[in-house]
């Protein structure tokens, strides 16, 4: 990234395109709008076209791009005073600025860093980010790893939990993902933060250092999974639907 490029330059004041509803992120929106089928955004992604999905079930890494793709979007539309039709036109057509290609064309070859890039320098300087969003994409992070957690803990008692290194594994490192959402969550808005239960526990599992230190009881993990990972992704639900349709 441009040394002159804010640190908050990469995300735009307002959701103009509605890729989010009511904080929840609608990644089958972005692949819509940009018209790349899922050929291509396995290609951005770096994985296989048959796992290309939109649900809880779709790779990581799939809905980081994905993401990225929407800030991307939001920030051209920032540009166009939120006008959808003029960002969708901006994306078809061929700019001089990119090689005589389309914003679109970088995307189907996989170019997308290049692209964002190019996005942010030119729009850095009216470029800030928006706290409401910012907080949603935590608490969506969070939530998505924390929805995993059951799901991959199954009907597994302790002893068969304590046998079993591979979900062991799997779930703390759904922890940690959601540890580190809320770590972030913790430093933007304190007061929302306060409003979780056991937030500072799951904290705690984003914290790769501490944990390093310490050790992880596999009990406390299957305490986690088995009987506080439900009521906390209800509470992340709840949360979510308080934010404005615009965010």
Same mark, same amino acid.
């Given at each position: 990234m441009a040394p002159d490029v804010p640190l908050f330059a990469t995300v735009a004041q307002r959701d103009h395109l509605q890729f989010w509803q009511s904080g929840l992120f609608q990644p089958q929106r972005v692949a819509r709008f940009l018209g790349l089928s899922k050929i291509q955004l396995a290609r951005l992604a770096g994985v296989a076209p048959a796992s290309v999905r939109f649900d809880d079930k779709a790779p990581r890494i799939l809905r980081e791009r994905m993401m990225e793709l929407a800030a991307t979007c939001a920030l051209v539309a920032e540009a166009f005073d939120g006008n959808a039709t003029k960002t969708k036109l901006w994306f078809m057509t061929a700019n001089p600025q990119l090689n @005589? =290609? $389309?914003?679109?064309? =970088?995307?189907?070859? @996989?170019?997308? &860093? #290049? =692209?964002?890039?190019?996005?942010?320098? &030119?729009t850095a300087k009216t470029g800030t980010v928006a706290p409401l969003l910012r907080s949603a994409v935590c608490l969506d992070a969070a939530l998505l790893a924390l929805r995993r957690v059951p799901r991959f803990l199954g009907a597994r008692t302790l002893p068969q939990f304590l046998d079993d290194e591979l979900c062991? $594994? #799997?779930i703390e490192r759904q922890l940690q993902i959601a540890g580190d959402a809320l770590r972030q969550l913790r430093d933007l808005e304190p007061v929302l933060f306060a409003r979780i239960p056991d937030g500072d526990l799951i904290v705690s599992f984003g914290n790769m250092a501490a944990r390093a230190h310490a050790g992880l009881d596999p009990r406390r993990i299957y305490d986690i999974a088995s009987a506080r990972a439900a009521a906390l992704t209800g509470v992340l639900e709840r949360l979510l639907t308080e934010f404005p349709q615009e965010v």
């Open positions: @005589g =290609l $389309s914003p679109c064309d =970088l995307l189907r070859r @996989g170019d997308r &860093a #290049a =692209l964002q890039q190019q996005v942010t320098v &030119a062991q $594994s #799997a």
